[in-house]
Nanobody, 127 residues
Framework: QVQLVESGGGLGQAGGSLRLSCTVS????????MGWFRQAPGKEREGVAGINTDSAQTYYADSVKGRFTISQDNAKKTVALQMNSLKPEDTAIYFC????????????????????WGLGTQVTVSS
């Protein structure tokens, strides 16, 4: 039994920072990528960042590159997303997810290849 729980969402201001975390409970066998996705109202869910659980290589969408940083603590079984230089367009529900497909610097598996998901946490950025 695997559970992913996001936390750290809330209200932020343009130019400010927020830090999201994802806590993994239970054993996840053969998980090679942990990812963060987001979905804004009326828009499709998109992948924003991923980290290879073995190599620690990271992936970022162009829209967040240089502003967001994904990290993992395997001992604590947590994955974090540090969001700096926030923009109003970052407003969305953010989801943590796990995949059996490896990710790397230039590749994040499509959302259909992520089998375990958290329920999401709301991030709202005001101008």
């Amino acid at each position: 039994q695997v559970q992913l729980v996001e936390s750290g969402g809330g209200l932020g201001q343009a130019g400010g920072s927020l830090r999201l975390s994802c806590t993994v409970s239970g054993y996840i066998y053969s998980t090679y990528c942990m990812g963060w996705f987001r979905q804004a109202p009326g828009k499709e869910r998109e992948g924003v960042a991923g980290i290879n659980t073995d190599s620690a290589q990271t992936y970022y969408a162009d829209s967040v590159k240089g502003r967001f940083t994904i990290s993992q603590d395997n001992a604590k079984k947590t994955v974090a997303l540090q969001m700096n230089s926030l923009k109003p367009e970052d407003t969305a529900i953010y989801f943590c997810a796990a995949s059996t497909v490896p990710c790397g610097t230039y590749y994040l598996p499509p959302e259909g290849r992520f089998g375990d998901w958290g329920l999401g946490t709301q991030v709202t950025v005001s101008s």
